[in-house]
């Protein structure tokens, strides 16, 4: 499912990441009063009267000196333009209006984007009043708003998605599959070997991928569309602003994906930056495959790929439901055997379970070890049911549904795996009071 990208962009300090999170309704984004400070998840799906959007926050790097900061500042706006469908050009109603403001309004004119001069930190009458002079950046009425306490927001939301065109959805005989991982891990020679052909550039150097490129195959009665994106890299050593560009067509692209293939290099160890990107994929209810590649540069025995496996499931636990598979892009070794899973996973992701069955499994389950009891309240669940795939998404009804804990949660995720399999693919569990008193 493809979305519109919204970036958020401005210079340092305007309450970029607040306004990130204050959309999202969660704390994701570190904040700080220390300009620049963004360094980690800048990038989320917001949703709002029913239409959801990839929000970006462009806050990322921050150079050593103020010169460098102003490059990279500028850099990383124009990435964020290029990829935007519209823009938040977020200024400081308190300061007024400053030179960098003035510099990039000068490039959003140019862009032909749509664009909101959100003035923020306008917490009352005289905030309105200061966010006036902002008309002056020549990109119409400004819209005087505050990120800390929540003024105006569902105003910006609500110009955010008038308009909107709606979400793509691939077509049913079609499954999209996202191709992830490190700069240098092999992404494009695993497409090239099951494409037969050198359709995408390789070379030894780390980074030659630059953008997405849609491959497709029919094979097995699908058409399996290949999305092959730029590498990624440990956010903390990004130098070149090119990277947040990348990162974000990755995130485009897992958006756009039914299945994600997660490559890791057999002679590297798996990096904190792959799981965060694999969360990110399991969030977005996307299927997940994990793809050990250079598997014939490693030396190894019977033993070698069980080891690697427990490896993985130790440094990520929440991730054992996930296939691995071993291969090679250089010799070919499993590479067409990835075919298998693939389609594994994205009938896995769709599957749905009767009521009868769910009813005569799961709350068999449910009787044997119940909810614990909170503060002498007992917690009863009667009733289950699966609700719109995908991805599997179970509905408990029970009279208390705010007193269920995540360790019982998890529980209940289990044993729909043991049950059920879902291979692959997040499953998400949701308690809910039946009838008008929903909580």
Request: glycine fraction near 6%.
């Amino acid at each position: 499912m493809a979305l519109a990208t919204i970036a958020i962009i401005g210079r340092p300090n305007v309450g970029k990441s607040t306004l990130f999170n204050r959309i999202l309704r969660r704390q994701l984004a570190v904040t700080d009063p220390t300009p620049g400070v963004t360094r980690d998840r800048n990038y989320a799906v917001a949703e709002w009267g029913g239409r959801s959007f990839l929000l970006v926050d462009t806050g990322g790097l921050v150079p050593q000196s103020d010169d460098e900061m102003q490059k990279h500042i500028t850099a990383q706006s124009e990435l964020a333009i290029a990829e935007a469908d519209r823009i938040v050009f977020l200024v400081d109603c308190q300061i007024g209006i400053h030179p960098t403001d003035e510099e990039l309004a000068a490039m959003l004119q140019k862009s032909g984007r749509k664009v909101l001069v959100a003035a923020n930190k306008a917490d009352g009458d005289a905030g309105d009043l200061d966010a006036a002079e902002f008309a002056n950046l020549g990109l119409g009425e400004p819209l005087a708003v505050s990120a800390t306490a929540g003024r105006r927001i569902g105003d910006l939301l609500d110009w955010i998605i008038d308009g909107l065109p709606e979400s793509i959805l691939a077509p049913a005989d079609e499954i999209a599959v996202a191709v992830i991982g490190r700069p240098n891990v092999g992404k494009s020679s695993f497409v090239n070997k099951l494409l037969d052909t050198d359709r995408h550039i390789v070379t030894d150097i780390p980074g030659t991928t630059r953008d997405s490129v849609d491959s497709r195959i029919k094979a097995f009665g699908k058409t399996f569309v290949f999305i092959d994106t730029a590498g990624l890299r440990r956010k903390a050593r990004i130098r070149e602003n090119i990277e947040f560009y990348t990162t974000l067509r990755t995130i485009k692209s897992i958006n756009r994906a039914d299945v994600v293939c997660l490559l890791f290099d057999a002679s590297l160890p798996p990096a904190v930056q792959d799981f965060k990107i694999a969360e990110y994929a399991a969030e977005s209810g996307k299927g997940l495959v994990f793809l050990v590649n250079k598997w014939d540069l490693v030396e190894k025995d019977e033993a070698t790929a069980g080891q690697y496996v427990h490896w993985l499931e130790q440094k990520a636990r929440t991730f054992a439901y996930v296939p691995v598979v071993f291969i090679s892009a250089l010799t070919g070794q499993r590479v067409h055997k990835v075919f298998d899973f693939i389609q594994t996973v994205a009938a896995e992701r769709t599957k749905h379970i009767k009521t009868q069955e769910l009813t005569e499994t799961i709350m068999a389950d449910i009787q044997a070890l119940p909810p614990p009891a909170v503060k002498g309240k007992y917690i009863k669940i009667p009733y289950v049911a699966q609700a719109e795939n995908p991805p599997p998404t179970f509905v408990f009804f029970c009279n208390y549904p705010k007193l269920i804990r995540e360790p019982y949660e998890r529980y209940i995720t289990n044993r729909l795996r043991e049950r059920f399999g879902f291979i692959g693919v997040p499953i998400r569990v949701r308690f809910r009071k039946k009838g008008k008193d929903q909580q």
